[in-house]
């Protein structure tokens, strides 16, 4: 099957994120598939970005081939941003022609944040007869309109969005979603026909040793393992929508035993590190984050993990972060704090859910964790590595898409 993969912020274990569309292709390439990425140039998620001279030029990493598209350098999220997605759609639907003739795609996957490109990718279907599939990271623009305040349906922007999102659900043969229960969200479109399937993120298991912890991390959280403290640890970006306030001011709460700690970097960091200064507690730590490579080695000290989301209806239709991975391979219990249906954590039981934003809530969770006996706590933990293991290695979910989209093989165009 030769399979096109639209992905404009797609990355690879060099670039960076995106990792799922690059783990994906890996795993068909290796059942003997012909898979073709086209990406971007830029984009903000990656820590390095492909240099290349000219658009569509390829790239070829472990049997997975990148097409990359020139697109121009931004920060944040404003015109730049909005320049750089615009000048992606625009090349890729002018060159559908040259991607059909060069690639002949049994098969193209539109796969974006954003549901826009879409277009290009129907077009690009529509030229090679090839099955359309669109796969759902985030729901936009619902996201877009739930993450302001200010922004309501009625704004033109949200207004395009949303067409190009019901596109996607009118023309596509078929809908592969990281969300469990986005196929609700399809329906309440007023769309329920749609053939939906539910291939969550995942992790990738190789031969590769862990790197150890650098010594400045590690000396730390010796140090604080030595003086008998239970260690509840967070690792990951300080965004407003991880819910960090609530987690620090959990410490005013907190057993005089247990310390919060704080790994990562964020546009939050250094409002969360004044908010603890001035509230005056003395059982945070803050830290700098770790290469990805050292995450195992970083959980590792931890004897309890946190996970937080601000409240948001978005999250009725499920989550697909992929730091729950991370924690769940590290062999901890975790404390979640995201009000979310059928979450890997949920399913293996693994974790103590409490309600999103609330710091009593989560200092009680602690105290429950704190008095569980030794054993007690790695059985708990254990049950969530076990439960990723069987499912959710890409070895696994690669097979869960390919069997997905071969069942639309029949299906007719809507």
């Known amino acids: 099957m030769n399979i096109l993969y639209i992905e404009h912020y797609a990355g690879s274990d060099e670039y960076g994120m995106e990792f799922r569309p690059y783990y994906m292709a890996r795993e068909w390439a290796k059942m003997g598939h012909d898979v073709i990425i086209v990406g971007a140039t830029f984009s903000h998620l990656r820590k390095k970005n492909p240099v290349v001279e000219k658009d569509f030029t390829e790239e070829i990493s472990e049997g997975v081939r990148f097409v990359w598209v020139k697109t121009n350098s931004y920060k944040g999220n404003r015109l730049g941003r909005v320049k750089n997605i615009l000048t992606f759609m625009k090349k890729v639907k002018k060159n559908a022609k040259y991607l059909v003739d060069t690639y002949k795609p049994d098969v193209v996957i539109n796969s974006s944040t954003y549901p826009m490109d879409v277009y290009p990718s129907y077009e690009i279907a529509k030229l090679s007869g090839a099955k359309l599939f669109y796969e759902i990271h985030d729901l936009w623009p619902m996201s877009l309109i739930e993450m302001s305040s200010i922004v309501t349906e009625s704004n033109p922007l949200i207004k395009y969005v949303q067409r190009a999102e019901d596109f996607c659900y009118k023309n596509c043969d078929g809908v592969i979603s990281i969300l469990p229960s986005a196929d609700v969200h399809i329906k309440e479109r007023g769309f329920n026909d749609v053939y939906f399937c539910h291939v969550p993120n995942g992790v990738v298991i190789d031969d590769t040793p862990d790197a150890p912890l650098n010594e400045t991390h590690a000396s730390l959280l010796k140090g604080l393992k030595d003086e008998g403290k239970f260690i509840v640890l967070y690792a990951g970006g ?53 290469e ?93 590595k076990e439960y990723v293991l069987n499912n959710h290695q890409y070895t696994t979910l690669a097979q869960r898409f390919i069997d997905a989209m071969n069942e639309c093989e029949n299906k007719p165009k809507q």
Request: hydrophobic share 40%.
């Open 238 to 290: 300080h965004a407003l929508s991880n819910a960090l306030d609530c987690f620090i001011h959990s410490a005013k709460y907190l057993n005089d035993n247990a310390v919060l700690v704080l790994v990562g970097k964020g546009n939050e960091k250094e409002k969360l590190m004044k908010d603890a200064e001035t509230a005056g507690y003395k059982n945070i730590m803050f830290m700098d984050p770790v």
């Open 292 to 384: 990805k490579n050292q995450i195992p080695a970083l959980l590792s000290y931890s004897d309890c993990l946190y996970i937080g989301a601000k409240k948001s209806p978005l999250y009725r239709y499920g989550v697909g972060m992929n730091k729950m991975f991370d924690y769940m391979l590290a062999s901890k219990p975790i404390i979640n704090g995201v009000d979310s249906p059928k979450t890997p954590m949920e399913q293996a039981d693994c974790a103590i859910a409490v309600e999103a934003e609330n710091a009593k809530a989560i200092a009680d969770a602690v105290d429950v964790l704190m008095n569980k006996s030794a054993e007690e706590l790695v059985e708990m933990g254990a049950k969530g």
